[in-house]
């Protein structure tokens, strides 16, 4: 299995629905981050969690929400999906510290998503 | 804020050449820097990093790079290229001031390898 899961690895949805992309992970790491992949932008910081109780907006945040229901989950919410949403997006971890496997981020597969 | 600019979208390189992906980062005291890879239809994954000691880390399948702080640089470098070695490479870098480690990433190189 996975260390870092994400579902749905696929999602084709339409212009106003609600949209919940979840993420669970085994490393049992306490930061946990999702990104977004659009061609040619790279990867861009949607929200990140160093616990349980602290959520913490990024670069991108309008247009989503997050959820920490647990140390080993972490799911991205889009309440009203618009089409230039429509991206491919990365659930992360990492563990904190200055030991040399810190702050090295451990990734899922991807969940693509496109808006309608 | 930190920034980080990949200076090639794209690299076309033939087989068993050497190959340089470039990666420049905006000035900064204290930095982590790191090169991920991503294959098709895959998520990233670590190819090397540099955190402290020598400037010159080693990475996996046979990749290396170079921390250079007066140019604020850390360019990725392979002595001979294999067409698995095809895939989008991300420079990223950690602000170290403020404590939060949140890596930036670049936009990413394109490395195609033609046999």
């Known amino acids: 299995d996975a260390d870092v899961t994400q579902t749905p690895r696929n999602r084709i949805t339409k212009t106003g629905k609600r949209i919940m992309l979840e993420c669970s992970q085994t490393?049992?790491?306490?930061?946990m981050y999702w990104y977004r992949q659009d061609p040619g932008l790279g990867l861009r910081l949607i929200y990140y969690?160093?616990?349980?109780?602290?959520?913490n907006k990024g670069e991108i945040s309008d247009g989503y929400s997050v959820s920490r229901q647990a140390q080993a989950k972490f799911s991205l919410s889009l309440e009203s999906a618009i089409p230039n949403q429509t991206a491919l997006y990365f659930c992360?971890?990492?563990?904190?510290?200055?030991?040399?496997?810190?702050?090295?981020?451990?990734f899922g597969a991807g969940s693509r998503l496109t808006v309608l | 804020a930190q920034s980080v600019t990949q200076l090639d979208s794209q690299v076309p390189v033939f087989e068993e050449a050497p190959v340089e992906l470039r990666c420049n980062y905006s000035?900064?005291?204290?930095?982590?820097l790191f090169w991920y890879v991503q294959y098709p239809n895959q998520g990233l994954q670590l190819l090397l990093k540099y955190l402290s000691g020598s400037t010159l880390v080693k990475g996996i399948n046979g990749f290396e790079a170079e921390f250079n702080k007066s140019q604020t640089s850390f360019h990725l470098r392979k002595p001979s290229v294999h067409i698995s070695d095809t895939a989008e490479y991300f420079c990223a870098v950690s602000d170290l001031t403020g404590g939060s480690y949140i890596p930036t990433f670049g936009r990413g190189t394109s490395l195609i390898v033609h046999p």
């Open positions: 490393k049992g790491h306490d930061r």
């Open positions: 969690s160093f616990d349980v109780k602290d959520i």
């Open positions: 992360a971890t990492s563990k904190t510290g200055v030991a040399s496997g810190a702050n090295v981020l451990t």
């Open positions: 000035s900064s005291v204290s930095v982590y």
